[in-house]
């Protein structure tokens, strides 16, 4: 193919024709009609050319310009008025207050508000800018046609900068000043949307951790997870892993965490004494919630005594504290000390004596 350049194509190029390398134009290589050929008169079609323009509303009547303005700036007020609601909601509103909305459901309210107030305020910028946009800003339909090569001639370039700084100018930012406040608010409120849950995050590492308790106390019944009935001792068969909740816990947060496996042992086989005496009869007690990141642990092996998470393979040795023989995890499952009832069913003697769950950089393991 030989070093030519290309004749100046009107759609083509922006700057009436530059040189093109060998083989890289499309043109060169076949003859077939493409894109832009019709708006340039040579394809097989006409150029249907642009329909009349029609003004706006906003264009002809002063009246209907000035109710637009006010919409803009009223969406933008709405955002800032949602900002202001997110950073209420975020202190007024408990962490866990349930309530019923339909068609949800049952949800966390903070949440909801949280994530209510923060889409409204994003959604009313946005909402905001085009309206101005579709009905203030100026009214033109230009033609750009198709050009090549890509990048631009440095005079189209900075004629390309000269018509921004012009668009900017007539956008009307200057000469409206309600809009301009109000989007300036919006915008300047927006980020303390932001700003302020991750103010509450560095806080709240201060605070003790809500993996610290959980609903077990002394005498709580153990409810069997398949059967949904309190547990006696002799139900439990050797080597035959049991979950289990507290009875009467119906909050979700409270029961996961408060999740718990059974399986009875020979006492004679478990070796830390600690979990010996926390035992009922060889029946052991642990937290379902894996140390290292949190899976519910489930896969036992009888012979060895081994408890294995799914996850990230991390092992427990139930008859040796449930201690971490293999994995990641950094600490044992903490243990539920055992008793039994009057009617003789299986409770629990005390809260778990420490956290449950993944490890977290204010304990001390
Ligand atoms: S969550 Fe259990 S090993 Fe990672």
Excluded at 18 to 40: F, K, M, W, Y
Excluded at 140 to 148: A, F, G, L, S
């Amino acid at each position: 193919m030989s070093d030519e350049k290309l004749p100046a194509q009107p759609g083509r190029s922006g700057d009436g024709g530059q040189s093109v390398p060998p083989g890289t134009h499309p043109a060169s290589e076949t003859t077939a009609p493409e894109p832009g050929d019709a708006l340039a008169g040579t394809g097989p079609f006409p150029d249907p050319g642009l329909p009349p323009h029609q003004p706006r509303l906003t264009d002809v009547d002063k009246r209907a310009a000035k109710r637009a303005e006010r919409q803009v700036a009223t969406l933008f007020g709405i955002s800032i008025l949602s900002t202001i609601a997110f950073i209420v909601c975020y202190f007024a509103i408990p962490e866990d207050l349930m309530v019923r909305i339909f068609p949800i459901g049952k949800v966390q309210l903070s949440n909801f508000a949280l994530g209510t107030t923060l889409g409204l305020a994003l959604f009313c910028i946005g909402a905001g800018a085009i309206h101005w946009a579709r009905t203030l800003m100026p009214d033109e339909e230009i033609v750009e046609q198709r050009h090549y090569p890509l990048r631009s001639s440095e005079a189209d370039r900075a004629a390309a900068i000269e018509a921004f700084n012009r668009g900017a100018e007539e956008s009307g930012i200057g000469r409206r000043p309600l809009i301009r406040r109000t989007l300036v608010g919006a915008l300047a409120a927006f980020p303390l949307s932001l700003v302020v849950p991750l103010w509450g995050l560095a806080n709240r590492s201060r605070k003790p951790s809500v993996l610290a308790h959980t609903a077990w106390a002394k005498s709580k019944l153990i409810i069997n997870e398949n059967t949904h009935q309190p547990i006696r001792p002799a139900d439990l068969t050797l080597n035959t892993l049991v979950f289990g909740y507290p009875e009467g816990v119906e909050d979700l947060n409270e029961l996961a965490k408060a999740s718990i496996l059974l399986v009875r042992l020979q006492p004679e086989d478990i070796k830390d004494p600690r979990e010996r005496e926390w035992a009922y009869e060889g029946i052991v007690a642990f937290s379902k919630i894996c140390t290292h990141v949190g899976c519910p642990v489930g896969l036992y092996e009888q012979t060895t005594h081994h408890l294995l998470c799914p996850c990230h393979q991390s092992t427990f040795d139930l008859a040796d504290g449930a201690k971490v023989v293999f994995g990641p995890a950094g600490r044992p499952l903490p243990q539920l000390k055992l008793a039994v009832n009057e009617e003789g069913y299986l409770v629990a003697a005390q809260d778990f004596a420490e956290p449950v769950g993944p490890s977290y950089p204010e304990r001390e393991r």
